[in-house]
């Protein structure tokens, strides 16, 4: 069964960095794209940063400049540097993994809350 674990969240100052990191295991296969989402308090989920299995990257607009993802595939590994973090960035992030070439199987973490305080 395909989990993902996501660490790395927790309590930072407005101006502080953290970094996610998200582990996929049980029997993931060709990978499509590794994204990271986040959900606002009181707002909808939102699409943060994509990374497709040929290195192509996307971010929402707020996070351009400020964040910055990466993936390992040799260790189905995807992580999330957040630099320059605001109070707006508080939320709780989540993983999202796209696999298993044209089956195109999806799984979500269970997320892990950054709180950023000004």
């Known amino acids: 069964q395909v989990q993902l674990v996501e660490s790395g969240g927790g309590l930072v100052q407005a101006g502080g960095s953290l970094r996610l990191s998200c582990v996929a295991s049980g029997g993931v296969f060709a990978v499509n794209a590794m994204n990271w989402w986040r959900q606002r308090p009181g707002k909808q989920r939102e699409l943060v940063a994509a990374i497709t299995s040929d290195g192509t990257i996307n971010y929402d607009d707020s996070a351009k400049g400020r964040f910055t993802i990466s993936r390992d595939n040799a260790k189905n590994t995807v992580y999330l540097q957040m630099n320059s973090l605001k109070p707006e960035d508080t939320a709780v992030y989540y993983c999202?993994?796209?696999?298993?070439?044209?089956?195109?199987?999806?799984?979500w973490g269970t997320g892990t809350q950054v709180t950023v305080s000004s």
């Open positions: 999202y993994l796209n696999w298993g070439g044209p089956f195109r199987y999806s799984n």
